[in-house]
């Protein structure tokens, strides 16, 4: 079971600075022994052109099962302990990734006392693991490994190369190649999707697991567009701390995305189109809010929620009408909701006033009994922040579960982007965006939401309505009851 790193230098910046990065000199071999075998670093090669270090794991198989038997999960050794003890010793897996943490731990953290400057400065790196078990393939290799910045190239490795006909095995020969990345970085990245790849932990995993992951992940994991599969796996498919995990990357992520660009853009869409205008333009985000405004009075609500409230804009604005006795934020973001309720001032409020709103922290992606019964729920600019797997859960989530008797919808329309000279062609509006609809996207979708939950749906332009692209936002009006009540209302 091994692995190299391989990194090219010059006579400035030698290649043998891998051996301070990694806290172990290139002339020697070294051996460490870990719990399951002996775990021995060399290098191959090493001058200021060409520097490869080798990390090679000799498993102790035995060592191995009697761990496992004295972990007390059962006494007789299982099917999947007989496939440990046969393939464990060769292919790379989760014991290569706690040996390269445990003999590369520095390394990992970034940290290199002798040469501090080394560690923060990207270089040429060449990963190679000869055996990666791999289930999934070379697809999910590569779905896994690109995002991040690596060049891959995953081959799968023949069951035998005398007998090509019995086909490949599940091993996967892996280069990695980057140019832009630290070492550090690197070495995150193996300890966490190694393990992911084959899908099976040689120890129990515990709930102080997902700390390690969210510290191992810092930086990269969060964004990560297989996020929701690293998580499951790494975790090993354990639901409840899968789920702990993605909600406290969620927050990460959404801190990460800069919030404010959201108004920025906004307001430059409004700019743009009422150009000609004398009067000082409206940026869109109002006039959002002041056409859910006007729904919401039409719809007579007085218990309103608003769901993925962020910083709390259309809270103050429900606040300043009497007309709306309960006001709900909700948000996923804890950042959002603190700032939501700075701005609100909700320390400082009359207790009066005070008893009108609520912020709640939690995820539309899962139903949840405080959000039933109220009147009406908007959804402004929030269905596109959602990866579009996730969409059907928080449909059921707000449409099949809580169930107001009016929900307002916002959403881009992406159509109009084109419309937007500040824009490239085929930017999303916002970097979280996952997704921006048509016209016609958003409208077969809410018709089938309404059909599929009893409710009646109607669309509104906000902002100027362009005869080819349709307005910069669109909204979907639903109504509890059928389209005929809905319609004469
Ligand atoms: N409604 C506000 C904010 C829109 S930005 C407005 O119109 O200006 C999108 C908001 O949705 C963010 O505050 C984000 O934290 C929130 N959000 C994204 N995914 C969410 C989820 N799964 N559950 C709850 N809120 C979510």
């Known amino acids: 079971m091994f692995l190299t790193i391989s990194t090219t230098g010059s006579a400035q910046r030698p290649a043998t600075d891998l051996g301070h990065l990694l806290h172990k000199h290139p002339e020697k071999a070294q051996a460490f022994s870990t719990s399951y075998g002996t775990a021995h670093v060399l290098y191959p090669e090493a001058d200021a052109e060409h520097c490869t270090a080798a990390l090679l794991l000799e498993v102790d198989a035995v060592a191995l ?26 292919a790379a897996s989760s014991l290569l990734a706690v040996a390269l943490g445990s003999v590369f731990s520095s390394a990992m953290r970034g940290v290199c006392t002798a040469r501090p400057e080394l560690p923060g400065t990207p270089r040429p790196l060449r990963i190679e693991v000869p055996a990666l078990p791999a289930r999934g393939g070379a697809d999910l290799v ?67 697991e997902v700390d390690k992951l969210l510290r191992v992940g810092d930086g990269w994991l969060a964004a990560h567009p ?67 405004l006007g729904v919401l009075r039409a719809s007579g609500a007085a218990r309103v929620l608003d769901l993925g409230c962020g910083q709390g804009q259309l809270v103050q604005a429900l606040l300043k009408d009497p007309a709306f006795t309960e006001i709900v934020g909700v948000d996923v973001s804890m950042r959002a909701l603190t700032i939501a309720s700075r701005r609100l001032k909700l320390d400082r409020m009359g207790e009066r006033q005070a008893s009108r709103v609520t912020l709640l922290q939690g995820s539309l992606a899962y139903t949840d009994k405080r959000l039933k019964g109220y009147d009406a729920a908007v959804l402004s600019e929030v269905i596109e922040h959602l990866d579009l797997p996730r969409l059907p859960a928080l449909e059921y989530a707000v ?91």
């Open 399 to 489: 449409f099949g579960s809580a169930r107001p008797r009016t929900v307002c919808v916002t959403t881009p329309n992406v159509e109009y982007n084109v419309r937007w000279e500040s824009l490239p062609a085929g930017h999303a509006r916002h970097g979280d965006h996952r997704f921006e609809w048509s016209r016609e996207e958003f409208r077969g979708w809410a018709r089938t939401v309404a059909e599929r939950h009893g409710y009646a749906v109607e669309f509104l332009p906000v902002g100027p309505d362009d005869p080819e692209v349709g307005p910069p936002t669109q909204m979907a009006v639903f109504r509890l009851g059928t389209p005929k009540e809905a319609k004469a209302a």
């Open 65 to 90: 099962v009697r761990r496992r038997k004295g972990k007390g999960r059962g006494g007789a050794p299982d099917a999947a302990l007989a496939q440990y003890v046969n393939d464990r010793p060769y």
């Open 226 to 292: 297989e996020r929701e599969l690293i998580t499951r796996r790494y975790l090993s498919h354990r639901w409840s701390l899968t789920r702990q995990a993605n909600e406290r990357l969620e927050l990460v992520r959404l801190a990460e995305a800069d919030d404010s660009e959201v108004e920025d853009l906004d307001n430059a869409v409004a700019q743009e189109a009422e150009a000609d205008d004398e009067e000082k333009p409206t940026p869109l985000a109002v006039r959002r809010r002041e056409a859910i």
């Open 142 to 208: 590569r779905r896994l490994f690109e995002p991040l910045g690596w060049t891959v190239t995953a081959e799968p490795v023949p069951l035998d190369t005398e007998f090509p006909e019995w086909g490949d095995s599940r091993y996967i020969r892996l280069t990695l190649l980057a140019a832009d990345l630290t070492l550090a970085e690197a070495l995150r990245h193996l300890y966490v999707l190694l393990p992911v790849l084959d899908d099976a932990k040689h120890y129990w995993v515990s709930p102080d």
